[in-house]
Each structure stands twice: as C-alpha cells, then as structure tokens.
C-alpha cells in the first residue's frame, strides 16, 4: 500500500492536506466575507490563506519543486516536478455555508501524474492514490462502481462559474438526467472525481475545468479502476478543457450520449407548461 513506500509522496501531501483542511474549518465557521474574481466567481480569505500554508510546507520540502496554485499561480523553477494545488474547491459552497468542499494537492513528474490527495475535512475523508498503487479512502482501497447500463446510473457533473453563458452543460445537464438515476451538481469537482473513484457515482463530467481541480482526483479515479478522457475519448491531459470520468463501464454510452447531443440529436424539447400538468396528474 502506498504508505509503506519510502519513496511515497502521499504521506507528506496528507499531513498537507490535513492542515489546511482544519484551517479551512476554522474559517468555515467563521462564516467570513466573500469577494468577487468574476461575475460569479468567489473568493476568501480561506482560499488565498489555505494556498499560502499549502505553499509554504510544500517549499519547506521540497524546495526546487514548481507549484501552480489557483490563487497565486505559477511559480516555475524549471523543475520536473509540479504541483497543482487548489487550496480551497467549492469556495461557492464554502461560501453559503453548504458543507461540501476540500483539499486537492496534485503531483506531475515529467507530464505525468504521480500522486494526488483530496481531502474534505467537513467528513474527515482523504482520498489519495499513487501512481501503480491504487487508490484509497482513509487506507482503505476503494474501487470504481460495476453498474454497466447508463439507466441505472447516479451522475455527477459541474458548472464553471466562469463565461457561464458561454457553457452548453444546461443541455448536458437536461439530456443526462433524462438517462439516468439523477444527475448530482454538489460544487466540487475534485470530490466528485473522488466519488467517482469510491463508487458513490458511476461518471462525472465538466466542461473548462482547470488542471488543480483535476489532477489529484484524475489520478485517483484511474487508480481506482475508472476511465478519464475528454468527450471524444481522447486520452485526457490536464489542460484540457473537457474532462469525462467513469468507471469504465458506462464510459462508451455516455460518450454515445455526448456525441447526440453535440450533433443536435435526441434533444428532448421540454413539455408545453399544459402538456406538463396534465401529464402529472
Ligand atoms: C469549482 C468547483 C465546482 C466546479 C467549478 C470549479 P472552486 O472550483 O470545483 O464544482 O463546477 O468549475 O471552478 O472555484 O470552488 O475552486
Ligand atoms: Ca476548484
Ligand atoms: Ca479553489
């Protein structure tokens, strides 16, 4: 198991995680003030002081390391190793006091992903995987679901709060939920890669997210088993702008799906609000 590896960076990145997942709560229940990044777009002092910890142990470290963080971006050292690290994702919910949000630390060596933690400390859970060591919910080893038919699956996806005119998930959204058990929006990206990767949902997908909501929670659905591609089942790469994870199983009929949908196929016009009534009774 990854901990027993001497060579194992996920020891280090829990102890990381940990931290700034209790100094996240401490905030949490502060209930502190919200600034804008963007029309929708949220930020606090939980966020930016979560990324300054976050750097800081990772520095102290390993020093020569690079590190892309979502509030201070990139520091490049020309190193082999980068992190990606999102201090603080579902600030949206950190926000309104709605207790889903975590921890997400990702580790590159030379382009590839080599260890990721995710840790939501409002449930004490950490999710973690190593390259070839598989994946693990508080040393636990946790595997992607075995449903294989799209009707009987739960979903998840996420809304950028970014351009989100610009975004066609409403339809993604609208289509799948029509296919499925339910598509769950709960604002973390990384805990819904994680969810994916314990089996809680069958698939996840977004558009336009960023490499620190992906890297760790990546690595940790694929160590567990799953799939991840863009929509077009096309090797993922972090600066990809669309991400679709599964367990492998219902990975060919959602991308079936995402092609009628792209081609303007099989679009379910909602009901006239007449037909709707009459329909429920
Ligand atoms: C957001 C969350 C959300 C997703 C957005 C992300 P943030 O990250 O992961 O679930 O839908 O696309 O930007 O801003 O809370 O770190
Ligand atoms: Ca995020
Ligand atoms: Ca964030």
Redesign the pocket.
């Known amino acids: 198991m990854t901990q027993s590896n001497p060579d194992s960076f996920v020891p280090a990145m829990a102890e990381i995680a940990r931290e700034a997942g209790a100094l996240l709560m401490e905030y949490f229940q502060q209930h502190v003030k919200v600034e804008y990044k963007g029309d929708a777009?949220?930020v606090t002092v939980a966020?930016r002081t979560s990324e300054i910890l976050i750097r800081d142990r990772i520095k102290a470290r390993w020093p020569a390391h690079d590190i892309l963080g979502?509030e201070q971006g990139l520091v490049d050292t020309g190193s082999d190793y980068r992190w990606f690290v999102?201090p603080?994702?579902?600030?949206?919910?950190?926000a309104h006091g709605f207790p889903v949000?975590c921890v997400s630390l990702g580790l590159q060596h030379k382009d590839r992903l080599v260890a990721g933690v995710v840790y939501d400390p409002t449930r004490d859970e950490l999710f973690a995987a190593e390259r070839g060591s598989g994946a693990y919910l508080n040393q636990q080893r946790v595997q992607v679901s075995k449903i294989a038919n799209l009707s009987e699956c739960l979903v998840a996806t996420?809304?950028?709060?970014?351009k989100r005119h610009k975004n066609p998930n409403i339809h993604f959204y609208h289509q799948i939920t029509l296919r499925t058990h339910g598509v769950r929006?709960?604002?973390?990206?990384?805990l819904?890669l994680c969810c994916v990767a314990s089996g809680r949902f069958d698939g996840f997908w977004?558009f336009?997210?960023?490499p620190?909501?992906t890297a760790a929670g990546v690595l940790i659905v694929e160590e567990a088993g799953g799939k991840v591609t863009d929509f077009k089942d096309g090797a993922f790469q972090l600066n990809s702008r669309e991400t679709l994870a599964s367990n492998g199983l219902v990975h060919p009929a959602l991308l079936h799906e995402f092609a009628e949908i792209f081609a303007g196929r099989g679009l379910e016009p909602l009901p006239e609000i007449q037909e709707y009534r009459k329909e429920r009774v």
């Open positions: 777009d949220l966020d979502e999102d603080l994702d579902g600030t949206t919910n950190f949000f996420g809304f950028p709060s970014h929006r709960a604002g973390s990206a990384a819904d977004e336009n997210l960023n620190w909501d």
